[in-house]
C-alpha cells in the first residue's frame, strides 16, 4: 500500500529564511512523487514532481525537492522564503497503472514579515 | 498547457436540490478524471475515479447513488449531488490525466465550493 506522511502540519518561518516541508512515503515500488500548493480556496498548483530521473528536483518559485530512497523522503525546500509562499502545501505518492494520487495531509506554511 | 476548469466556481443551494458541477480539460483529451472532495483545514480525499465511456469506480465510503459521475467524453465529467444536504456542503475538486502509457501526472481543476442550506 501506498501511503504518504508530512510532519508538522504548521510550520512558521520569517521572510528571508529556509523553507523545509518534510515528507515521506510509504511504497512498494518505485514512486512517482509530487509537490502542490494550495491558496486559498483555489485547486492545487504543481510545485514539482520527481518520476525517476534526477534526485533533486526544480521546480517553480524557486522550491525544489530531493528524492532519497534510502530515508523514503521527498521534502521540499526554499532557500528564502517569501511572504507570496504563505499557502498550504501538499506531498502526494501515485503508483501503478490507475495513477491514483494518495495525498499527505497537508502542511500549512505562513512567512513572518 | 494543461489547464483543467470547474463550473461553477461556487453554488448554493437548498437541502433536497442536485446540483451539477462541470469538468473540462481545455487542452488536452482526459482518458482519466478524479473528483475529490476537501473539508476545511484537511487534504483532498479521493472520492471516485471516472474512465472515459465506462462506469466511474467509487472508493469506499463513497454512495456512488448520491454523487452520480458521468465522464461522457474526453473532455468532460461530471459531477451530481443528488439530494444535497448541509453534510454535504465540500470543497469538490477535481484532476484530469492525459493520454500515453507512464503518463502519471494529474492537472487539477480550480475546485468548486458547493454550500447546501
Known amino acids: 500500500a501506498q501511503s504518504v506522511t508530512q510532519l508538522g502540519s504548521h510550520v512558521s518561518v520569517s521572510e528571508g529564511a529556509l523553507v523545509l516541508l518534510r515528507c515521506n512515503y510509504s511504497?512498494?515500488?518505485?514512486?512517482?512523487l509530487f509537490w502542490y500548493v494550495q491558496y486559498p480556496n483555489q485547486g492545487l498548483q504543481l510545485l514539482l514532481k520527481?518520476?525517476?530521473?534526477?534526485?533533486l528536483v526544480k521546480g517553480i518559485n524557486g522550491f525544489e525537492a530531493e528524492f532519497k530512497k534510502s530515508e523514503t523522503s521527498f521534502h521540499l525546500t526554499k532557500p528564502s522564503a517569501h511572504m507570496s509562499d504563505a499557502a498550504e502545501y501538499f506531498c502526494?505518492?501515485?503508483?501503478?497503472?490507475?495513477?491514483?494520487?494518495?495525498f499527505g495531509t497537508g502542511t500549512s506554511l505562513t512567512v513572518i514579515p | 498547457g494543461a489547464v483543467v476548469s470547474q463550473h461553477p466556481s461556487w453554488v448554493i443551494c437548498k437541502s433536497g436540490t442536485s446540483v451539477k458541477i462541470e469538468c473540462r480539460s481545455l487542452?488536452?483529451?482526459?482518458?482519466?478524471m478524479f473528483w475529490y472532495r476537501q473539508f476545511p483545514k484537511q487534504s483532498l480525499m479521493l472520492m471516485a475515479t471516472?474512465?472515459?465511456?465506462?462506469?466511474?469506480?467509487?472508493e469506499q465510503g463513497v454512495e456512488k447513488d448520491k454523487f452520480l459521475i458521468n465522464h461522457a467524453s474526453l473532455t468532460l465529467s461530471t459531477l451530481t449531488v443528488t439530494s444535497a444536504h448541509p453534510e454535504d456542503s465540500s470543497f469538490y475538486i477535481c484532476?484530469?490525466?492525459?493520454?500515453?502509457?507512464?503518463?502519471?501526472?494529474?492537472?487539477f481543476g480550480p475546485g468548486t465550493r458547493l454550500t447546501v442550506l
Open positions: 520527481y518520476t525517476s530521473a534526477a534526485t
Open positions: 502526494a505518492v501515485s503508483v501503478g497503472t490507475g495513477n491514483q494520487f494518495y
Open positions: 484532476s484530469a490525466r492525459g493520454q500515453g502509457a507512464g503518463y502519471n501526472e494529474q492537472f
Open positions: 511504497s512498494s515500488v518505485p514512486p512517482y
Open positions: 471516472s474512465n472515459e465511456g465506462s462506469k466511474a469506480t467509487y
Open positions: 487542452d488536452f483529451q482526459a482518458t482519466t
